[in-house]
């Protein structure tokens, strides 16, 4: 049995990571650029320390569970962080040099709250950890101060305070219904539950998925995710767009699924509405969109519907599968967003249009481009497809078969807008045919992302045998 | 065990894997990597067929991999009679098709590269036995084709009109981009009818598995079955181009470049029809029985509607293009009289439309690169100066319009024979009367183009057939006469496999039948 | 005073919150309203430690609290930067991002 | 429930409390709803104390009424125009809110009295010592990361709020720029 | 040699030839080595068919071998073959030495054109004659439909010859049509056999009401190739077509296949009285009017264009009457004497450079031998005693004899008359009289133009004696008597080349030309047809084309604008206002906490 401090060690390394960032950047033996390649180093460093010290185990008082879980997840959020940071050196180099320790650290900040989600089995520590991935999200969304274009300038402070807003509302109501289901239970630990639980029980229960919803923006907790995803930077919203995510789906599987999967009935009708309202809202609202971060975000939105399928099916299949799905969704939305970042820094903007003629312009960044609008959409041999795929088979037997066929037709109207995008990057013609050159940050993080969507798109059986992995040991130990 | 069937869909796989390493300035180099794929599979396509047995029958050449064993996905590849004949006419068509393409010059690389994946997932289906790949290679036959539309298209204007017109603005409705947006959306609610169809047959299966030859020896509830045949039906007939579901096909047809149509209408096309015979007809017979009426019928609508509307048109490729959509009401005529005669008939009328279209498409697409214009009422006399070129159009318009001594007399003849005998042998007579409308408008074409004074002005001086763009008439050509002529060429092949999947059939349905 | 009628206080406090949320069109107002949803969740905590006993609950909004005092604190920085950027606080100012 | 469980102590704190928070949302003034958040916010730690949770109480009061209320007022100030600060705080669409606020409300109370209403008498009350003991033995991760979660959001809102934040690399200030392409 | 083979090479000889022609381009291009080359196979098919009538002289029996062609459920669903009987044997020298008649006198007749149209022209030649062989030899109706398509096909790339020109090219266009609607019958015809007794014999037995149907199926075929009325208005269109062909195509062979057709499957026709009826109307209606349709015409090949029509329409009434004999024997003379005619013609035209009759005049001292062709083949054609064309009328005639109240019997002696009127006619106009303008330098081509008109010349005087040794091969009876249908039909010949002479003599007008040339003019039929493709097929193609572009693919259009609008409507949900998001988040939690409360 480990010590808790073993257990955490990955946990502590981050957090101990954003002091050093801080530290070296206040007494300016490290700064710029060097600091971003040390932070994404150290990221990298954690995670292969996450293949070689051993972390299993549970604390004393069983407030937190360590094992495949939560390893996996870490390990999405490491990768997560580090191609996002990558992905943010030089942005943040040239347009906010004098705050670039606070945006790595706060980063850092988050993702240390983030690993803490999946392995919490109890509610404070849950909801700080929560808490702890997201605060800093409110900062980072606000940062792009002044980002570009002249009216991009106050959409900076606009997309920290719709994401607060929204934020912190929710999880007033979020902390408000743990209060409901803490009080009736009678005790903090999450999978704590009296054996004939009250109605208010249920309410409360269903006021702390609002909370949740918020976090995966799931409609219609979703409203802040296009105007955020547009006024934020551009890099951090491709981390934005995915870890937080993963975050929400890992404690959402914790509050569903220890002690909660006697009561099916009840968080999976509240999981199914809420996925079809996504799949149905998301599509539906990202046609008409002419910016790409929008269209992208809402494109998000419907993702997580897919996601909120799985897990509405509520077995081990079910939750595999979601952990299939975030793990490629973490690769191709980042991906996308940091090659949409990349065409946008050359040609000044981030409309559909801007993108015309990428693919003329810099061949492989279309084609990743490319690839991972094919595999948001869930087109064969690509990563998302497999996603898709076993979302939908993990859902059909679990009897979910309506949601499965509406989310099998709203992909239709999905591929409609992924195409838009694609025929701009290959079919316009450009106004230049000046190659993009993205940054060597960038250019690494994209090529991972790229690699990973390809290599697993053809292979996709290590991933999907961790991610079963992972979700038979959660349900075995929750 | 030899990998043969691996080989034929891996070879333009290959190629294009290949192509990306080649700098896209070795033009030359870039076209003969792409030939030389295709030709590995033609060539391999045809050792295939020498290599099945035809007395046999059934399926042979059997290749397993396990993909995705928890799920029950298995890269089976296998081939039937019908696979054997469809992989010639694919190979052919394939060839001919780089072949013809000789002469792209923008973004080669990426266009061969395209050419060839599409080809790859078209060879895959029609060797796949597993239900989950087959769908997979159905896919990835299906979307590349939005972007060989969407770059090396041309667009055209059609004016707005109709009680419609108000959505006209949305859309540049005849633009390239409109084409290949139009086409990949309606391919792909198709593909969602055909995913919800093939969780049906997986989910109902039992063994849970997509084990194509499992899933052929259960026998799945009635109830079920009538859910999966529609959609096997409108799903794969969405690119069979079933009415009322073929309007890409003429604004899709119409803009894509050559050997994109070549391929599409050549090759593309039966994929929905293939998919129809060997999922619906095989898989779900009872209801497929049931909706067999249903289908003839619409592919009734399909022959005479699709040859009116030829008839109508003014633009060369949208001619061919309405012709294509003609003929597949042929073959899902065929498909529908559920007998030998229909069914042989079906899948004859596949191979001989592929190549007939494709020689249509190669020809149309030389005069077009010509004489910049697909307008037939600006052509005019180019037999003076295109002899080649009109002696071949003619002959495809022979085949057309089902002429004996060509494949396409062959094919509707079985058809039509399939659909006297049939349960509705009124069904022949709208058949018969749509190969005399076509007959109308193919000739009225020819002539429009290739016939009267010889051309003046910019017309005057059009080059016939050159080099490379010889291998299309001239191979797609002679296939059409050889196999007109001497059809149990690949009648053998075909013949063994309907045979041994008509007896699936329910035996009310065969009762129906009228048994000289 | 029954455990019913402290937590209807409670939903009332949270209501009257759900209620300046959604009608107050500045910033501040709207951190006002926020922080009673906050505060109206504290006070079920700590009616259900008087009503059930145990450590938990209190413990809880201690937890709670600092939670909202660091939100609140990201929440008067970005008011204030709203006002930097537009030299006003109205909430509808910051509405510029929606096509 | 009867007379005999009429409790004019708790009467009187509700009053105070939703009356209190019911200006907070109305008040023309900003200041002024500032100061009755303040007011509620006693309200409550007084309802706190009359549940026997002193320590509570306490806390609410010093981190509450005197850290959050002092920032807001504080953040009042800052930000205020002074020519226009009643029409600032005006709402809109009050029905809209009052349908949402009412209709949740209806529908929580319904259910707690439902199922709270039977429970009448306080169990035993944990005491300070409790707290903590339970804070440094079963929270002590969650304490550490509340630590932590302090830590940034000091980071953040110091971050957010720099006055006269002039981005400047080591060149010299940066100018927007379209693109960061090398031709 | 065996007989199979022997059938085997006179079918594939040309069709050798037409495929060497057409793979050795630059053999092709050369001209005259392509006609060496199909002259070459029409002669070795020409020799063999020889070969096999001087076998069955010899006493060779019927023989009939097929091999599986289609297949269904591992059986031959249809056969390709040779039979070779009575039937076909005769007829296979008939065709191919009328073919090579013509293919030698095509390599004068033709010697102006191109190099390669030339060679184009001699290929198409060899497709045909291996079209024709592949009808003539064939074992079923399937293959002879084939070969009926086949030879379909080559009369119209040969009618569009000179494609260059508009007329041409419409007609041949107008020819395949008017012939392909024709054969969906016999399409229908076989498929309703097929259906009915698994194959398509004409031996078959299906019973008195399929075969009514079958026939009468096959006989709408017939009349669209056999050009009767009211599907006749390709063949004068289809002079367009140089003579040769006119001579070989349009009066010797295609057109008689449909006659041949229904000789051939006189099994089945026998069986079905109804058709029959049928076809003697039509017959004697077509022979008439045609008759007098030809009585009008200006250009001469016109005039013998209606005159095939009404020969054809003789043929017809025979095989109506139940004397297939007779149509058969009477298909065999009209093909000689009547290719005679289009050459003889053919050769006035190619020595006077024009068509009409007004250009020619006076030709009898120009050109004597071919003067002397053309009133043979005229005084066949009239049925003048002695002459081939007398015996098989005569036989036809006869045959009608007091059939359906003799009124077919009537109007064919009345059409024997016009006939001979007609065509006194055009022998006056042409070769006597005043020697007009364009005569004045006419002379006759050489050997290649004058041997075949002997060649031809000579059956036509003699081919009316081997009526006996035809029957005998057909199993008919055949004898030669003297009765009312001899005598009248003589009298009538004479009558009208005497009436022709008194009015034409003079230079004349015959009476009611008038009448017939507005007829003629107006000329209904084509109208009607004309009419029914604009109105009819282009119509309702036009409508078909409009419905699918702005109505089917329009509701496509509008089901995509209805999404984009349906986002593009929604989109204005997402107002950017703080308030509102916060609104839908309190409206989510709403919804939960109801689903909470009603469970």
């Known amino acids: ?478 | ?516 | ?99 | ?183 | 040699m065996s007989a199979v083979t022997l059938g085997l090479i006179a079918t594939f000889a040309p069709l050798a030839a037409a495929l060497l022609l057409w793979a050795l381009v630059p053999l092709r291009h050369r001209g005259a080595p392509a006609a060496w080359v199909t002259l070459l196979g029409s002669v070795i098919a020409l020799a063999a068919s020889v070969k096999l009538v001087i076998d069955r002289l010899g006493g060779a029996p019927d023989v009939r071998t097929t091999i599986p062609w289609i297949e269904e459920r591992g059986r031959a669903m249809a056969e390709l073959g040779v039979q070779l009987d009575g039937v076909s044997v005769p007829m296979l020298v008939i065709v191919c030495l009328v073919a090579l008649c013509v293919q030698l006198f095509s390599v004068a007749y033709m010697h102006d054109e191109p190099p390669r149209a030339f060679g184009r022209y001699f290929t198409l030649h060899a497709l045909f004659l291996f079209s024709m062989n592949v009808v003539v030899v064939s074992p079923n109706l399937l293959q002879l439909f084939a070969g009926w398509e086949l030879v379909g096909l080559t009369s119209y790339l040969l009618i569009g010859f000179y494609f260059a020109k508009p007329s041409a090219a419409q007609a041949a266009v107008k020819a395949f049509w008017m012939t392909k609607l024709a054969d969906m019958g016999f399409l229908f015809g076989l498929l309703v056999l097929y259906v009915n007794t698994g194959g398509f014999e004409w031996t078959a037995v299906p019973g008195t009401a399929i075969a009514t149907w079958v026939t009468a199926l096959l006989f709408l075929a017939v009349v669209g190739k056999s050009a009767q009325f009211p599907l006749h208005i390709w063949l004068p269109d289809a002079m367009e077509g140089p003579t040769p062909v006119s001579a070989l195509l349009h009066a010797a062979t295609m057109v008689a296949a449909g006659v041949f057709l229904v000789v051939r499957a006189d099994p089945l026709f026998a069986q079905a009285p109804a058709t029959r009826e049928v076809m003697l109307w039509i017959g004697a209606s077509t022979a008439v009017f045609a008759a007098g349709l030809a009585l009008v015409q200006k250009d001469i090949k016109k005039v013998l264009a209606f005159s095939t029509c009404s020969q054809l329409g003789y043929m017809v009434a025979a095989l109506g009457a139940g004397q297939a004999f007779a149509g058969f024997f009477h298909l065999g003379t009209h093909a000689f004497f009547k290719a005679l005619l289009f050459l003889a013609a053919g050769s006035v035209i190619h020595a006077v450079h024009s068509n009409s009759l007004d250009d020619m005049g006076g030709l009898r001292k120009k050109l004597p031998l071919t003067t002397a062709a053309f009133v043979i083949g005229a005084l066949s054609l009239a049925g003048v005693p002695g002459f081939a064309g007398f015996f098989s009328k005569d036989l036809v005639l006869g045959a009608l004899e007091g059939k359906a109240s003799w009124v077919p019997w009537a109007m064919l002696m009345g059409s024997a008359f016009l006939t001979a009127f007609y065509m006194g006619r055009v022998v006056i106009k042409a070769f006597w009289g005043a020697e007009s303008e364009k005569a004045a330098h006419a002379h006759e081509g050489g050997l290649a133009m004058t041997g075949p008109l002997v060649a031809l010349a000579l059956p036509s005087l003699g081919a009316g004696f081997l009526g006996g040794w035809l029957a005998t091969q057909v199993r008919a009876e055949y004898h030669l008597h003297l009765g009312l249908t001899p005598i009248a039909a003589s009298a009538m010949a004479l009558l009208g080349i005497g009436a022709a002479i008194m009015v034409f003599g003079k230079g004349g007008q015959a009476p009611l030309v008038g009448t017939l040339e507005k007829l003629d003019a107006f000329s209904l039929v084509d109208k009607t047809w004309a009419g029914a493709y604009r109105i009819g097929l282009l119509g309702v193609s036009s409508l078909a084309g409009w419905i699918d572009r702005y109505l089917i693919d329009g509701l496509m259009n509008f089901t995509g604008w209805a999404a984009l609008e349906g986002g593009a409507s929604a989109r204005k949900l997402q107002t950017g206002l703080v308030r509102d998001y916060a609104m839908l988040v309190v409206v989510g939690v709403l919804v939960l906490v109801l689903i909470g409360v009603l469970r």
């Open chain 1, 1 to 478: 049995m480990n010590t808790w401090l073993q257990v955490l060690t990955l946990d502590l390394a981050v957090a101990a990571g954003a002091a050093v960032v801080l530290i070296l950047d206040a007494i300016g033996t490290v700064s710029g650029r060097a600091l971003g390649w040390l932070t994404a180093g150290l990221l990298a460093a954690v995670l292969g320390a996450s293949f070689v010290v051993d972390v299993s185990g549970t604390v004393p008082h069983g407030v937190y569970v360590s094992g495949d879980w939560v390893l996996f997840f870490k390990r999405v959020f490491l990768i997560a962080g580090m191609l996002a940071v990558l992905g943010s050196i030089d942005w943040l180099a040239e347009r906010t040099p004098r705050r670039q320790a606070e945006y790595y650290a706060l980063t850092l900040f988050s993702l240390t709250g983030m690993m803490v989600v999946p392995g919490a089995r109890d509610w404070v520590l849950l909801l700080v950890a929560f808490e702890l991935m997201g605060i800093p999200l409110y900062v980072l969304a606000a940062w792009a101060k002044t980002d570009g274009q002249p009216q991009d300038e106050k959409l900076g402070p606009e997309a920290g305070l719709k994401l607060f807003v929204t934020g912190a509302a929710s999880s007033a109501f979020t902390i408000f219904g743990l209060g409901l289901v803490i009080g009736e239970t009678g005790s903090t630990a999450i999978s704590a539950l009296p054996a004939q639980p009250t109605q208010l029980t249920f309410v409360g229960m269903l006021m702390v998925i609002a909370g949740l919803g918020f976090k995966l923006g799931a409609v219609p907790f979703h409203m802040w995710v296009p105007d955020t995803y547009q006024g934020a930077p551009t890099p951090f919203v491709a981390f934005l767009s995915v870890a937080p995510k993963a975050g929400g789906l890992a404690a959402l599987s914790v509050v569903t699924l220890t002690g909660w999967s006697a009561h099916q009935g009840l968080w999976a009708t509240a999981i199914a509405v809420i996925a079809a309202a996504s799949m149905l809202v998301g599509n539906l609202f990202a046609l008409p969109q002419t910016d790409v971060r929008r269209l992208l975000g809402f494109s998000g939105v419907a993702q997580i519907g897919y996601v909120l399928i799985a897990l509405g099916a509520g077995s081990q299949e079910g939750v595999a599968m979601a952990l299939f799905f975030i793990a490629t969704y973490v690769f191709t939305n980042l991906g996308a967003f940091l090659v949409v970042h990349a065409a946008a820094q050359a040609s000044g903007g981030h409309e559909t249009v801007k993108l015309a003629g990428l693919s003329r312009r810099t061949p492989w960044l279309g084609a990743s481009l490319l690839v991972f609008l094919l595999s948001l959409a869930g087109i064969p041999f690509v990563l998302g497809f497999w996603a898709k795929l076993f979302v939908f088979v993990a859902a059909w037997r679990a009897g979910l078969s309506g949601l499965v066929v509406l989310g099998v037709v709203v992909a239709v109207l999905g591929l409609f807008y992924y195409l838009t995008v694609a025929r701009s990057t290959f079919m316009a013609e450009g106004h230049t045919a000046e190659p993009v050159r993205a940054p060597m940050g960038l250019k690494v993080s994209i090529a991972v992302c790229l690699a990973a969507v390809v290599g697993l798109g053809l292979w996709p059986r290590p991933l999907v045998d961790e991610a079963n992995k992972a979700a038979s040991s959660f349900l075995q130990k929750r």
């Open chain 3, 1 to 99: 005073m029954t455990l019913a009628s402290c937590l209807i206080l409670s939903a009332a406090v949270l209501c009257v919150g759900i209620y300046g949320l959604l009608t107050r069109k500045q910033a501040v107002a709207m951190l006002l309203s926020i922080e009673l949803m906050a505060n109206s969740a504290n006070m079920v905590f700590a009616s259900y430690g008087h009503f059930r006993g145990g450590p938990s609950a209190q413990v809880f909004v201690l937890f709670a609290l600092a939670i909202t005092v660091a939100e609140v604190a990201v929440g008067l920085a970005l008011v204030m930067l709203l006002y930097r950027r537009h030299g006003d606080t109205a909430l509808d100012l910051a509405s510029e991002a929606r096509q």
């Open chain 4, 1 to 183: 429930m009867t007379w005999a469980d009429f409790d004019p102590g708790f009467t009187l704190i509700s009053l105070i409390v939703v009356v209190s928070a019911f200006f907070v949302v109305r008040a023309q003034n900003m200041i002024h709803a500032v100061l009755w958040l303040g007011l509620t916010l006693l309200g409550t730690a007084a309802f706190y104390a009359r549940l026997n949770a002193p320590f509570l109480a306490g806390v609410q009061v010093l981190t509450y009424v005197g850290g959050i209320v002092t920032l807001m007022i504080f953040g009042v100030m800052v930000t205020r125009r002074h020519e226009s600060l009643e029409a600032e705080a005006a709402t809109v669409a009050p029905e809209r809110g009052l349908i949402f606020a009412s209709a949740i409300f209806v529908m929580l109370s319904v259910v707690m009295w439902r199922s709270a209403a039977t429970i009448p008498s306080p169990a035993p009350v944990a005491s300070s010592a409790d707290l903590a003991r339970v804070l440094l033995n079963e929270y002590l991760i969650a304490f550490e990361a509340l630590s932590l979660l302090l830590l940034a959001a000091i980071v953040g809102a110091v971050v957010l709020a720099r006055r006269r934040d002039l981005e400047t690399s080591p060149q010299g200030p940066v100018v927007p720029q379209a693109t960061e392409v090398q031709p």
């Open chain 2, 1 to 516: 065990m030899n990998h043969l069937l691996a080989t034929i869909v891996a070879a333009p796989a290959i190629a294009g894997a290949v192509l990306l390493v080649v700098p896209s300035t070795q033009r030359l180099a870039i076209r003969v990597v792409s030939l030389l794929g295709a030709l590995v599979s033609l060539g391999a396509s045809i050792q295939i067929a020498l290599q099945y047995d035809r007395a046999t029958g059934g399926l042979q050449l059997l290749e397993t991999v396990p993909l995705v064993p928890s799920l029950g996905i298995h890269l089976k590849l296998a081939v039937d009679g019908w696979g054997v004949a469809l992989l010639l006419l694919t190979g052919v068509i394939i060839v001919t098709g780089v072949l013809a393409s000789w002469s792209v010059e923008r973004r080669d690389k990426e266009f061969f590269l395209l050419l060839l994946v599409l080809v790859a997932g078209v060879f895959g289906v029609f060797v796949s036995q597993d239900l989950f790949v087959f769908f997979l290679f159905y896919e990835i036959a299906v979307l590349p084709m939005y972007l060989l539309i969407g770059i090396w298209g041309s667009s055209h204007e059609v004016p707005a009109s109709g009680p419609f017109k108000f959505a006209w603005r949305r859309f540049a409705v005849g633009s390239k981009e409109y084409a290949a947006m139009k086409l990949t959306l309606m391919l792909l609610v198709g593909s969602a009818a055909i995913l919800v169809a093939m969780f049906l047959l997986w989910g109902n299966s039992g063994a849970r598995t997509f084990d194509l030859q499992v899933l052929e020896a259960t026998k799945f509830p009635i109830g079920v079955q009538h859910v999966v045949f529609p959609l096997v039906w409108l799903g794969f007939g969405t690119l069979a181009g079933v009415f009322p579901f073929h309007t890409w096909s003429p604004d899709g047809h119409a803009s894509a470049p050559t050997a994109v149509s070549m391929l599409h209408a050549g090759v593309l096309m039966k994929l929905g029809a293939f998919g129809v015979l060997r999922i619906g007809m095989v898989l779900v017979p009872d209801a497929a029985a049931w909706w067999a009426p249903i289908v003839g019928g619409v592919a009734v609508v399909n022959v005479l509607y699709g040859a009116l509307c030829a008839a109508s048109q003014k633009d060369l490729k949208y001619i061919v293009a309405y012709s294509s959509v003609s003929h597949m009401g042929v073959v899902m005529l065929g498909i529908a009289t559920l007998n030998a005669a229909g069914w042989n008939g079906a899948v004859y009328q596949m191979v001989a439309h592929g190549i007939m279209t494709g020689l249509f498409f190669a020809l149309v697409g030389l005069v077009y690169e010509r004489a910049h214009t697909r307008a037939i009422a600006k052509m005019g006399g180019f037999a003076h100066v295109m002899p080649v070129v009109a002696g071949f159009f003619t002959l495809a318009c022979l085949s057309s319009l089902g002429l004996p001594g060509t494949a396409g007399f062959i094919a509707e003849f079985m058809v039509f024979a399939g659909a006297a005998k049939g349960a509705n042998a009124w069904w022949a007579v709208p058949g018969v009367l749509g190969a005399f409308v076509t007959a109308v408008y193919v000739l009225r074409a020819c002539k429009a183009i290739f016939w009267g004074p010889a051309p003046a002005g910019e017309y005057s001086h059009l080059e016939d057939v050159r080099r490379t763009e010889w291998a299309a008439p001239l191979v797609l050509g002679s296939l059409l006469v050889v196999f007109g002529f001497w059809p149990r060429l690949l009648l053998d092949f075909i013949d063994v496999a309907s045979q041994g999947y008509l007896g699936r059939l329910p035996l009310v349905a065969l009762a129906q039948v009228v048994t000289p």
